[in-house]
């Protein structure tokens, strides 16, 4: 995984929920994949869009492919914090990566990236719109 | 809670999910409400039914109302039982009820019913279709 | 459900995360489970305690009843607020209750509340300890 | 991805439930990192073992990477299989790879793999104990 860079950085925080511990007494891995999304979502939201939005246009930004590295494990009652930003874009697909962090000492817990594809409500293989393209595009590293 | 009644119980048998435990070392609250919604997908399979069509014909059943009650904690690896049946129908609403149990000695983890109002494509409170009534008025108790 | 106090409602407001929606195009049920938790999480929290501490104190609220009420669907993307308070408070169990809004306009999506008892490391029923029973009886209606 | 072995593959099959699925109608990205797991668990099953065993022997194998490449979309209630293998062993990790298929017609859903590493009841990264690397080694490929 490559540095993450300088800017165009998005971050959302929220306390570990109880529900996402484990009997390890740690948060379960999957549960790091839906912080993930949370921060892509937060991306969209900081940048003036909505997924939301762009679902009602007639488009969704279906998963890929996912990677995630555990590196430390955070714990339930903690607040953590997702950082996320846009690694590529090409016409038909988009990269966004991440890191959690622990917002009071930098700590990271995993890093990952998620690749996504744009279909229509055919469920085809379509270009992002050329809004979001641009926005994408411009934030990119 | 009533008794079980002795006829028309439909049950579903599946090993307990890593994820789904807490790290109290049980399973977590919230897993069983995902498993009595499988109990009763599965009481619909049983019956000749699936709900994925009733959705396709344009109905939903939303939830109005759920009720658990936790008796016995079951954990990781562990085999559980849901057993569902249909308490009682009325033309826009049905109940149905559930006991989670351990099938080697029947040790009951949880009860509960569930309440559904039939919604159409527009969000409004609806008749249940007559099939799906005369059905459900059959079965139930 | 009685009508919610006037006083001692502690409030966490979040994003629907987009892995809590389901098919409906609507928050999945359980997903309110989890935030009627995490609701309960920060009522400890904006007490000055947290229920990490309770656990490592030796002590687990373990949830014995739920019960939701469904009115409103939330969506994806939309902010809601769960607000929690004391409902009542005995030697070894506590209810907490709970709606959770619409902060922008008050829309009530759903209403439930839990009951828990308190259990010590070997899983025996035991008596609150002092200090959070009296904290728990001080702010209860 | 390489090809899945010819041998050594344990399989799961289970209905898609209700929950696992989102608002696109398909199933969300996240419910296939639980699927995955409860194949590494059928695995142990399957091999006269169970996790819940290692663990209560003082062992933990703790998730260090996850890769998951999405194909083709499953949905609410149709039959899936879970096909989990050993890629790999090593004296403190182990790899697993998995295809998640369709056991009417063999469309693949998503490959993937989880890489672990064993650790003790205080966190260290230990050696695999003797018996559980012998078996991982002797099943791998």
Chains 1, 2, 3, 4 share one sequence.
């Not at 622990?102 to 719109?129: E, M, R, W």
Request: with cysteine; glycine share 4%.
């Amino acid at each position: 995984m490559n540095q993450p860079p300088q800017t165009n950085i998005v971050e959302t925080t929220f306390h570990v929920r109880y529900a996402e511990t484990d009997q390890m007494g740690i948060v379960h891995h999957a549960a790091y994949v839906v912080w993930l999304e949370e921060g892509r979502s937060q991306w969209l939201r900081s940048n003036g869009r909505s997924y939301a939005k762009l679902e009602q246009e007639g488009f969704v930004l279906a998963v890929s492919e996912l990677q995630v590295r555990y590196l430390q494990s955070a714990r339930y009652d903690q607040r953590v914090t997702v950082r996320c930003w846009v690694e590529s874009v090409q016409s038909r697909q988009v990269q966004f990566n991440y890191e959690v962090v622990d917002p009071q000492n930098g700590t990271v817990f995993v890093t990952g990236y998620s690749k996504h594809i744009c279909l229509n409500h055919a469920g085809q293989v379509t270009k992002l719109p050329d809004q979001w393209r641009a926005l994408l595009a411009e934030k990119s590293h």
